[in-house]
DNA sequence: AGGTCCTCGG
């Protein structure tokens, strides 16, 4: 086998391994009985540093007058094949003075591995026209998996042809293959043409149909699939049971849920990564964060994907702080994370709006070169549009090579979240000009941003006309939306009449958004009665009755703040306390209103008087209406001035440099009292103060806010 | 001597 020993490139072991045999005899046999099974063993295993080894040994041993002998070189191209060195499989295969199909299908299924499935295609029709092989089960197997791969069903349906013609499809292995191509390539109706009408076939067939069923969404389908399945009585592999805790988890079917895995333990299924990654995402999804992590301790095996999967599981359930120590946890096993471990840890921040956390994951994003992936690129617009910091989200947005209608989306809800509707716009326009198509959640974000510039006329046209030709039906979010945009635009009896005649089922959201258009038009009289209905949908939310009693008081009926309290007294509900935190550096500062908790609480109230000092011959006038009548009036303003968001502020003005923007985050929605203060402290300090209220954002800036005084 | 299915984000 001389020209192929010549042509070994790669033969030198690496610098740290052992020298060559030949200097350390002892290391292997003299003589190798049966080098085909080592080299197979060696390949199963992916054990390279023993395949080289005997590589080297057939080199040393061989004759050097002998031919080639093709079955060890295709034992050999298999071995670099599954070894992940695919290059070196090619140099080998390139060097033979003869090939077979096996030489084919071993290079070719290596390339596939290796992610280069066009490669496989294009090795495809040399083989068949210039060597005149003719392909048999094995290539079919490999092609049909390289058309999944680059989902090129044209070149997959003429092989379908071929092999239903010369009884190929009659092999499982072909057949499975097959009915995955038709699955992964969303035509799951000629997957199940096949599956159905070609005899034979297996369990494998079955998991390909129900995961294409589930990757596009087809859930019923996906149901009665796997009730087929059932019925046939088939024994399921560990494939299997991963598929159907995907299904548990998308129909968050605790139940079943439970129920398969009672039947995995049962039947005595070994649990490895994959599977235990799917159990863990299926408890996570189910909402059984306890489970989840059972699973998770008592793992032997851990990789990054069960890291992710129990982080996600955290994060989902809104344990965002649980998502973000488990990275420690994995930085103690020296494992690091991947794209959709930053993804999940971005998300995480963003749910706590911890900015600064979200910062430092960007920085080791940007490290670690992940920053082009499109998941970390949409974790990070997310991440800083919800902690308050759109322009960041927008550099990340612009920044981006490659971007999906997710991408998009989050752009657009992210500008209307803080108000900016005409950036939100201009960024839909652009999706078009991109040719992305919206999708429903890209509208929920147009209308809002319809809403916030007070175009009518125009969310209505894109409800009516545009959806309508993209052929999105109009769902309860988008209804919702418009009547925000009617009660936005003054417009309440025409929103409260909206409701009122259009057939959609209403839930608390959409009465709540009218609610509040009532109380920002003090239209106090249909506020009370819309504030009835929300009472009655949710006896328990604190918010309504704080607006009723807020709305009470504004119109100067005190009887009715009194009934308010009463009611609430009865029903055992309490007041949350406006909570107010802001980021300074490294530690979060925490206020409640009305209390000294703070190391520097004094000084802290001494700035407000300072600030409110300040802008009063700016025009604010305390808005005693609003604090409850049975306060001394000179103790009214006091009340305001220690309102939470306004003594973060003033910490904030203390503590970071001149030109700094500040970020205040609140609990509950921002009052009357504290917007109209913030406004002006934006003038007077020349500073971005930025609020985020249990609704929605509002940047400060020169004496304006980017509600434009509605929320 | 060679081949097929699967887990983590919104």
């Known amino acids: 086998m001389q020209s192929f020993i010549a042509a070994m490139p790669n033969l030198k072991l690496s610098r740290n391994s052992h020298l060559p045999f030949v200097f350390k005899p002892k290391l292997v046999p003299a003589s190798i009985d049966d080098p085909i099974k080592l080299l197979k063993k060696a390949a199963d295993t992916k054990n390279l540093r023993t395949g080289k080894t005997i590589h080297a040994h057939l080199i040393v041993s061989g004759e050097p007058s002998k031919s080639v002998d093709i079955f060890q070189a295709n034992s050999l191209i298999n071995l670099y094949a599954k070894c992940d060195q695919v290059s070196i499989a090619r140099h080998l295969f390139d060097c033979l003075p003869k090939r077979n199909v096996v030489s084919w299908s071993a290079l070719m299924a290596g390339y596939l591995h290796n992610g280069m499935a066009l490669e496989v295609l294009g090795l495809f029709k040399t083989m068949v026209s210039v060597d005149g092989l003719c392909p048999n089960e094995y290539i079919f197997a490999t092609i049909f998996s390289s058309c999944s791969g680059s989902g090129r069903v044209e070149e997959g349906k003429q092989c379908h042809g071929y092999v239903l013609k010369s009884g190929l499809l009659s092999y499982e292995y072909v057949k499975n293959a097959l009915v995955h191509m038709y699955s992964s390539c969303s035509e799951v109706e000629s997957a199940m043409r096949v599956l159905n009408t070609v005899p034979g076939g297996d369990i494998l067939s079955y998991n390909s149909v129900i995961n294409g069923l589930l ?251 545009l959806m309508k030709q993209i052929g999105i039906e109009p769902g309860l979010e988008h209804h919702t939306c418009i009547v925000g945009l009617l009660s936005r635009s003054g417009q309440l009896d025409q929103a409260e009449k909206y409701m009122r005649t259009m057939p959609v089922k209403w839930d608390i959201v959409a009465w709540r958004t009218l609610l509040n258009a009532c109380h920002v038009h003090r239209n106090y009289g249909l506020g009370k009665q819309v504030a009835e209905v929300v009472v009655r949908m949710d006896p328990n939310d604190v918010g309504t009755y704080t607006l009723l009693s807020n709305m009470y008081a504004k119109s100067r009926r005190w009887d009715g703040v009194v009934k308010i309290r009463k009611l609430m007294r009865e029903r055992n509900i309490k007041k949350e306390p406006g909570v107010s935190w802001v980021e300074i550096r490294n530690t979060t500062h925490i206020f409640v209103s009305d209390d000294n908790m703070h190391p520097e609480s004094s000084q802290i109230h001494e700035k407000v008087g300072e600030l409110l000092a300040k802008i009063k011959p700016l025009g604010y006038v305390p808005d005693i ?50 917007h109209a203060a913030v406004k002006l402290i934006s003038k007077v300090t020349n500073r971005l103060i930025i609020v985020r209220d249990a609704n929605r954002f509002h940047q400060f800036q020169d004496g304006r806010c980017s509600c434009a005084d509605y929320w």
Not at 318 to 332: I, P, Q, R, T
Request: proline share 1%; with cysteine; glycine share 8%.
């Open 215 to 465: 990757e596009h969404g087809h859930v019923r389908e996906a149901m009665e699939m796997l009730g087929m399945m059932v019925s046939q009585c088939m024994d399921w592999d560990s494939v299997t049971y991963i598929t159907v805790f995907g299904l548990c988890a998308r129909l968050k079917d605790l139940r079943l849920g439970l129920q398969v895995h009672g039947q995995m333990l049962k039947n005595d299924i070994k649990c490895d990564v994959f599977l235990s990654s799917a159990m863990i995402d299926m408890y996570g999804k189910c909402g059984k964060v306890s489970n989840a992590a059972n699973v998770f301790d008592r793992l032997q095996e851990r990789n990054i994907v069960s890291w992710t999967a129990i982080m996600a599981a955290y994060f989902q359930n809104g344990y965002f702080e649980d998502a973000l120590g488990v990275l420690s946890k994995m930085g103690n096993e020296d494992i690091l994370p991947n794209e959709y471990t930053f993804a999940v840890l971005l998300n995480s921040s963003a749910g706590l709006s911890a900015l600064r956390q979200g910062d430092l994951l960007h920085t080791c994003v940007e490290k670690s070169g992940f920053k082009d992936y499109v998941i970390v690129g949409n974790a990070l617009i997310n991440m800083y549009s919800k902690c308050g910091n759109i322009q960041a989200a927008n550099e990340v947005f612009l920044d981006m090579t490659c971007r999906d209608s997710v991408t998009w989306n989050a752009m657009i809800s992210g500008f209307s979240h803080h108000g900016l509707g005409k950036e939100a716009l201009n960024v839909f326009q652009d999706m078009l000009a991109a040719g992305e198509c919206p999708n429903s959640i890209t509208f929920v974000g147009v209308l809002s941003a319809c809403a916030s510039l007070g175009l009518v006329q125009e969310g209505f046209y894109y409800l009516n006309q």
């Open 625 to 674: 209406a609003a604090v409850l009548h049975d306060v001394e009036d000179e103790q009214k303003e006091d009340y305001l001035s220690y309102h939470s968001e306004k003594l973060a502020i003033a910490y904030g003005l203390m503590k970071t440099p001149t030109n700094a923007p500040i970020r205040v985050i609140k609990n509950l929605r921002i009052c009357d009292d504290c």
